[in-house]
DNA sequence: AAATATTTTTAGCCTTGACTAAAAATAAAA
DNA sequence: TTTTATTTTTAGTCAAGGCTAAAAATATTT
């Protein structure tokens, strides 16, 4: 009756199939799912083949591949622990939001009775992790948000930061040090038709956000 | 120049050598680690030629083995971690006692920068694990406290519960329920020849610990 | 000291999760 | 529709970490 318990690999990769799904739906080729794991196609069809055995993914030769009702609760699971324990590195033990990530990727595999509850319990059920990105509840629902990319807005509106779409350490910590955590409030000032760039305040201060910037950072208006 | 990290398993044997040569000096043979580890004599000899090919430990065929002065260090390291990890889920999480152990080997194996130390200030540096068991410092430092066997403690005299030797859960299941956690006061009222067996006072209660209890829970005279 | 028993190592095999190179299937272009 | 390009799978290899069975070394008895 006990479901054998998948490997860190295998969580890896179910991760994987589900973010990929989550911006391109349809099947996930394997391909893109290589490149995701950042190894050879033909490891990832190898996987592919194990997922399938353990009924967590439907695949097809040559077709693709889509999580399984038990693969997609395994990954919600994974990514609920992965930032669940993100709040905790941040909140508890005082790292920045750009050093969390390769711990989190560590700690979500911790197996066991009740922890990520536990945890959920001692941090306060946050609802997002601390680049903004909801917490799936453990019955795995979903929260979501009304969320614009920077880009979108026009001179004169203002705007709360509320997540980030590009969580690399590097423009996590150019965000930190122009005051952009989340939370802060901005206005955009002006903006060049050239390239996109906008003036904004952010605080008492002023800035020029690049296009990339605007695209990978969100916003709600205010 | 940098060291190529020791994977779980490599650090779990240096663990196991440590605590067998804990108590048991000279060096550790390969049988013993087989048992401790519970797996094979094969195995055990594999694994020893990858711990002495990545200088952790002085192996010598047929003659055993001990850690090196690195093997040591990184011993060392994982039981701080175990222990640092035990605290956290006992005070932090409101896990019990006999209900850390499993999690804290996952934990222990978690890699990366300055996250013991971060995790070390915000427990308060503890200095004693749940079970009583000494944390090593950040630099490898051991304490060492003064305590004795409940089964030394003649009638009349009183001590203060410091530790345990066996850290199974129903052992420590038992304890609780008799009101034995870690710094419970006891006196022992009388001791039968026959078995060892001791009456004692526990607060307010008064029980019957047998000679197995005795020889297995630690107490500092009072 | 020789015979026996015990311990340890070697040899050979298995699984997981990688890899490369070659083959096969599918898709796109002529 | 046939050829060419792309994607995917298969085949064969490797390292880590386990296993069993057999061989070798060490220890213990007689």
Redesign the pocket.
């Known amino acids: 009756m006990s479901a054998i318990l998948p490997?860190?690999?295998?969580e890896?990769?179910l991760k994987a199939i589900f973010k990929i799904a989550e911006k391109e739906p349809g099947p996930v080729?394997?391909?893109?799912l290589?490149a995701e794991?950042?190894?050879?196609?033909?490891?990832?069809?190898?996987?592919?083949?194990?997922l399938s055995d353990k009924q967590l993914v439907a695949?097809?030769?040559?077709?693709?591949v889509t999580l399984s009702e038990a693969g997609s609760r395994l990954a919600t699971s994974l990514i609920r622990k992965h930032r669940l324990w993100e709040v905790f590195l941040v909140d508890k033990l005082g790292f920045a939001w750009d050093e969390v990530h390769e711990f989190a990727e560590q700690l979500e595999h911790i197996q066991g009775e009740n922890l990520t509850e536990r945890l959920d319990d001692f941090l306060g059920h946050p609802r997002f992790d601390p680049h903004g990105d909801p917490i799936p509840d453990a019955k795995g629902r979903w929260q979501h948000r009304t969320q614009t990319r920077l880009l979108t807005l026009s001179p004169g509106q203002r705007g709360i930061v509320t997540g980030v779409d590009d969580h690399s350490p590097t423009f996590l910590q150019y965000l930190a040090e122009m005051g952009l955590s989340l939370g802060a409030e901005l206005e955009v000032l002006e903006r060049t038709a050239y390239d996109q760039s906008a003036k904004v305040r952010i605080g008492e201060r002023e800035a020029v956000l690049s296009e990339k910037v605007g695209q990978n950072l969100f916003v709600r208006i205010i």
Do not use: H, I, V
Not at 37 to 48: E, H, K, R, V
């Open positions: 490997t860190s690999a295998e890896n990769y080729l394997t391909n893109a290589a794991m950042g190894t050879s196609a033909a490891s990832a069809t190898d996987m592919l083949k194990r695949y097809e030769k040559y077709r693709g």
